[in-house]
């Protein structure tokens, strides 16, 4: 049972708009501790999103964005491609556990 | 170029014991919390331990808590997890990670086996 909630999966058709949810709690998101966001391909390491809730990484495409509100999260891919297949994890600081929190990832399929 | 490179894993027997290094370069070691996630095979990412710049301080997941150590080397550059008492459920590849306000670090991990 990860500390962050995410849906395992969600789908879409090429050109069209996904979003992938993560809720926390206080002692995380709700606290005010940024969300960051990555995406994993199989056999490697995670590669990082979205960092500070909101900002993209330079090279890291417009068509992803992220947005925090209370103790949840939100990762909205527009657009969608096929290179966009991957796990996509949220991440945040928890203060009871002084530590990093991880969603239990999400499949994102390109129909 | 920062790069943080794993080493240590393999296969070790129930009970037995490994000791995981991660090697930093490219940043300023001293300077940066760091971070040991686990990914079992086929699983989502787990958060094992953090240790803050100067090793004062260090937290675990449950999971591990009792078991694993992790300890730092700022002279050296670099990270380590003295993992005892292993178990089959600590089976997974390793990654030292760091991050700032902007931006994260992470290695290409190590595969830890604890298998008869």
């Known amino acids: 049972q990860s500390v962050l909630t995410q849906p395992p999966s969600v789908s879409g058709a090429p050109g069209q708009r996904v979003t992938i949810s993560c809720t926390g709690s206080t002692s995380n998101i709700g606290a005010g501790y940024d969300v960051q966001w990555y995406h994993q391909l199989p056999g490697t390491a995670p590669k990082l999103l979205i960092y500070g809730n909101s900002h993209r990484p330079s090279g890291v495409p417009d068509r992803f964005s992220g947005s925090r509100s209370g103790t949840s999260a939100s990762l909205d891919i527009t657009g969608l491609q096929a290179e966009d297949e991957a796990d996509y994890y949220c991440?945040?600081?928890?203060?009871?556990?002084?530590?990093?929190?991880f969603g239990g990832g999400t499949k994102l399929t390109v129909l | 170029e920062v790069q943080l490179v794993e080493s240590g894993g393999g296969l070790v027997q129930p009970g037995g014991s490994l000791r995981l290094s991660c090697a930093a370069s490219g940043l300023t070691f001293n300077s940066y919390w760091m971070y040991w996630v686990r990914q079992a095979p086929g699983k989502g990412l787990v958060w094992v331990s953090r240790i803050n710049s100067d090793g004062s301080d260090t937290s675990y997941a449950d999971s591990v808590k009792g078991r694993f150590t992790v300890s730092r080397d700022n002279a050296r550059n670099t990270l380590y997890l003295q993992m005892n008492s292993l178990r089959a459920e600590d089976t997974a590849v390793y990654y030292c990670?760091?991050?700032?306000?902007?931006?994260?670090?992470w290695g290409q991990g190590t595969l830890v086996t604890v298998s008869s």
């Open positions: 991440q945040s600081y928890d203060s009871s556990l002084s530590g990093w929190v």
């Open positions: 990670a760091t991050s700032t306000v902007t931006t994260a670090y």
